[in-house]
């Protein structure tokens, strides 16, 4: 039995397709499926059960991979443990964000990172909460950037920052004439946003509750292409004339798009908002990695709500 034996049968739990687990694990197919069936035969159990198009963790095997569960954090204790001998500031620092602040932060804070402890290499990767939680617990990444609330046992969690959101529309839009927008003017938009996985789409939907309300009354069902993968699809889907859409301050500063084509407009009081955080486990013990990276990212704070037109 091996950490490795034991983080694929983890993932094959969370994901219940050898396939995506395989990919997960950086594996092929079979070398998963191989590792797996070895395991259960060394412990003369099956711990998954096999269909045509599904596989779930027998009864016993759920309590095995919980168990695995334990042991995979307890490892990553230990060398959490081992790394605390070294130079703090001298091994790589693996940092995940989430798909909404990822792409909008790192720019901001990965070169007076790099300025400042030069001997320090990031890993950077972007992803769900949910994925990034698990990867933390796991111990494959030291500390991760979400969207409060964060909640995680034993997870040492620090506000950043705090940001507006905004309304990203056509210049041509009869909200462009607006100075502010209420949440009254978009019930009888078609406003755009991030579909199921991502927080900031939920936190969107919980701020402002009657979206689109009456503009699917109006067309008597709901709208057809109103949700998107990403924020930047979303800036698309806008500037073609979909609708509009929310974006944290941050995602909405550069649309990338000729002048004139798109602009912002912020909310009137009371403005719905975000606050950006880093978790990291208690046991993690570079502290100066930490501390070096909170400093870099509020060494160049996020840009100040853009100029009305």
């Not at 004139?260 to 208690?282: E, I, M, N």
């Not at 100066?288 to 160049?300: E, F, G, M």
Request: aromatic share 6%; net charge neutral.
């Amino acid at each position: 039995m091996t950490l490795t034996e034991l983080r694929y049968i983890v993932t094959l739990a969370q994901q219940q397709h050898f396939g995506q687990a395989a990919k997960l694990c950086h594996v092929s197919q079979p070398t998963l499926s191989i590792a797996v069936k070895k395991l259960e035969q060394e412990l003369g159990v099956d711990l998954f059960e096999r269909s045509k198009n599904s596989v779930r963790p027998t009864p016993i095997g759920e309590q095995v991979v919980a168990q695995a569960q334990r042991v995979l954090e307890e490892s990553a204790s230990i060398r959490d443990i081992a790394s605390a001998g070294k130079d703090q500031l001298k091994a790589p620092l693996y940092v995940g964000a989430i798909f909404t602040i990822g792409p909008y932060l790192f720019p901001h804070f990965i070169p007076e990172l790099q300025k400042a402890v030069p001997q320090m290499p990031l890993v950077v990767e972007e992803g769900f909460t949910a994925t990034l939680r698990e990867r933390l617990r796991k111990g494959e990444l030291d500390v991760i950037i979400v969207a409060l609330p964060f909640n995680e046992p034993d997870v040492v969690t620090q506000p950043l920052y705090s940001e507006p959101f905004v309304v990203l529309l056509p210049a041509n839009h009869p909200l462009a004439k607006k100075k502010t927008i209420s949440p009254s003017d978009l019930e009888w938009e078609n406003v755009l946003l991030l579909g199921e996985g991502h927080c900031f789409g939920d936190q969107v939907r919980e701020a402002l509750p009657n979206l689109n309300k009456h503009h699917e009354e109006h067309l008597g069902q709901i709208s057809t292409h109103s949700e998107g993968s990403s924020l930047e699809t979303l800036r698309h889907m806008v500037a073609s004339g979909l609708g509009i859409t929310i974006l944290p301050l941050s995602a909405a500063v550069g649309t990338g798009y000729r002048d004139g084509l798109l602009v912002t407009r912020p909310f009137a009081d009371p403005v719905p908002c975000r606050t950006s955080a880093l978790a990291w486990r208690a046991s993690f013990p570079r502290h100066k990695a930490i501390d070096a990276l909170r400093n870099a990212i509020k060494h160049h704070p996020l840009p100040s709500c853009p100029t009305i037109e």
